[in-house]
């Protein structure tokens, strides 16, 4: 079964809860974030072994390969 690719918005409170939950499920993976900080979009995909982090979130949305995005604002 291909897993399901989810862009999250957003590196706050939502948005580590977010990450945590897909780390859990089998059938999900976080390939992306957005955060209005840089390093701060960086550190978040550090954390939780996101390959791709920006500061626009348009960029999340264009993306191909997401299946869903995830606005945790």
Request: a positive charge; glycine letters at 6%.
């Amino acid at each position: 079964m291909k897993k399901i690719r989810v862009a999250i918005v957003g590196a706050g409170f939502s948005a580590e809860t977010h990450a945590e939950g897909l780390q859990r499920c089998p059938d999900a993976e976080a390939i992306a974030v957005s955060s209005h900080s840089r390093e701060r979009a960086e550190n978040f995909a550090r954390r939780w072994s996101i390959p791709t982090a920006t500061t626009r979130w348009q960029d999340l949305v264009a993306r191909r390969g997401v299946d869903v995005v995830s606005v945790c604002v």
